[in-house]
């Protein structure tokens, strides 16, 4: 097996062992990306001479027996939302086309402290908005399983990078299920933290309620190790708590008995793939057996969700892109007057899902009456999950409603592209932590995703689960042919 392909825990050990240079990892990971990028585009931005630079630098404390980090030397990819110092930071949109970081994010100065090294920055749906990576100004992101088929999105090029082994470990940011949905949908592992638990600071924001970062990593392993790196309160995030981060690993263990996991009712909907909830049952069948006591439950205004979502996303979006008007920093439309500069900057510089959610959040606030509806129906989702918390440890439900369907298929009709949330934004309106894990294929080989929920700081119960789990199935270690045929 090449270094490129094997896990981050794996590369740590050849690390530690000094069997392997972080250097010949990093170039081994270059290499792949040489040979399959352009079947796949999930990079925008690449800095291999900047990280080939921190490997030697990695390399070099090694040799002087200096304490390194679990991670350090680690190679990593980081979704083109989160700022680097330097960097070029995009958002996938022709208005930062040109904008480079004057300074790093939070979870970024945490992934130097710790050594890891950086990649370059993934596509995305334009500034997160879109559930396929087909929203991105530059280019469209493949699947790695079917090149035909979109990787999920937003954060779809960090999907496609770990599937494709161009990449070891992968940050993205989830407003409604952009970690886990492509997750799902590339047959990796996507965390989405509590609300809170990782810091937004140097996130542009989508939508500023519901945004949160995570790792998206080939095991589940490799995520617990993420998160020990990158939770933690941060003051200069007014939205951070400061609450407890325990060691996420010693949650790694295989066993689930006694664990009370709930399977609501609410998510086996009509219109799912039939492959899919075959899957997501059979899993379930599995905890079942390894002793977890499972029980039906119900989360009555799961259907109002995504309608909810819709209104809040919208709104916090007109809000938090109205200062890309030309006037401070990224793309300025020529024009004789400041007005007809405001409208032709964002009129140029948006794509059309932007300028949609634009719209409709400003339409939304003008009628303030929606958005209060809104907020109160996503307390009442919220009281769902709290209900059902109190009797249960977590809750399993499938993460996609189907596999990864065909780029294009559903560009006509931007309603529709909204479905493949469905199972995932109730979790962002509640600011509950969640998983996705491969649990299976369809017989068209693409992967699907087991979605496990927890109440808020759980993290450790859900990695607990998934690691049982992943521990008692092989749907991690598969590989897309594209892998194969190099």
């Known amino acids: 097996m090449k270094l490129n392909e094997l896990t981050a825990h794996e590369i740590r050990e050849l690390i530690r062992k000094g069997e392997v240079s972080s250097e010949e990892v990093t170039k081994s990971v270059f290499e792949r990306i040489e040979k399959v990028e352009k079947k796949i585009n999930s990079f925008v931005t690449l800095t291999k001479e900047e990280a080939l630079r921190e490997a030697r630098s990695v390399d070099e404390k090694i040799r002087k027996k200096k304490k390194i980090s679990p991670l350090a030397g680690v190679p ?16 996938s949109s022709k208005i930062l086309e040109n904008f480079r970081s004057p300074y790093d994010a939070t979870v970024i100065k945490r992934l130097k402290a710790n050594d890891l090294v950086f990649i370059g920055k993934t596509n995305m749906d334009e500034f997160a908005m879109g559930s396929s990576t087909e929203n991105s100004a530059f280019e469209i992101t493949h699947n790695p399983w079917d090149l035909e088929a979109i990787p999920g999105g937003s954060s779809g090029g960090s999907a496609a990078t770990i599937a494709s082994d161009e990449a070891i470990l992968a940050l993205g940011s989830d407003t409604g299920g952009s970690i886990r949905q492509p997750a799902s949908l590339c047959g990796v592992v996507g965390l989405k933290p509590t609300y809170g638990r990782v810091s937004r600071y140097g996130l542009i924001a989508f939508a ?3 945004d949160q970062i995570g790792p998206i990593t080939k095991d589940v392993r490799d995520s617990a190790l993420l998160m020990n790196v990158i939770s933690g309160y941060d003051e200069r995030d007014s939205t951070s708590c400061n609450y407890p981060v325990p060691d996420y690993t010693e949650s790694l263990i295989s066993d689930v008995k006694g664990v009370k996991i709930g399977v609501p009712k609410e998510y086996f909907v009509k219109g799912m793939d039939e492959e899919v909830e075959k899957s997501v049952k059979d899993a379930i069948g599995l905890l079942e057996k390894l002793g977890a006591k499972v029980e039906e439950v119900f989360l009555p205004h799961t259907e109002y969700a995504l309608a909810t979502y819709c209104l809040i996303v919208s709104t916090e979006a007109s809000t938090d892109l109205a200062y890309y008007d030309g006037v401070g920093y990224g793309y300025r439309a020529q024009s004789r007057n400041l007005d007809e500069m405001y409208q032709n900057t964002r009129e140029k510089g948006f794509g059309d899902e932007v300028k949609r959610r634009i719209m409709l959040g400003t339409y939304v606030f003008s009628h303030y009456d929606y958005y209060l509806k809104a907020q109160k129906v996503r307390t009442l989702v919220k009281e769902d999950f709290d209900k059902v918390f109190e009797k249960c440890d977590c809750l399993i439900t499938p993460t996609s409603p189907t596999p990864a369907f065909k780029i294009g298929e559903k560009m006509d009709d931007p309603l529709r592209m909204y479905f493949p949330d469905i199972f995932t934004v109730p979790a962002n309106l509640a600011g509950i932590p ?6 299976g294929f369809t017989k068209k080989g693409l992967p699907v995703g087991l979605q496990i929920l927890a109440k808020p700081f759980a993290e450790e119960t859900i990695l607990r689960v998934a690691y049982s789990y992943e521990q008692n199935t092989g749907w991690h270690r598969r590989r897309p042919a594209i892998c194969d045929s190099q």
């Open 76 to 91: 990593i990819a980081i979704k083109d939302n989160m700022c680097i110092d330097g960097v070029l930071t995009t958002c």
């Open 434 to 439: 969640g998983i996705s894990i491969p649990c």
């Open 208 to 210: 500023s309620s519901l």
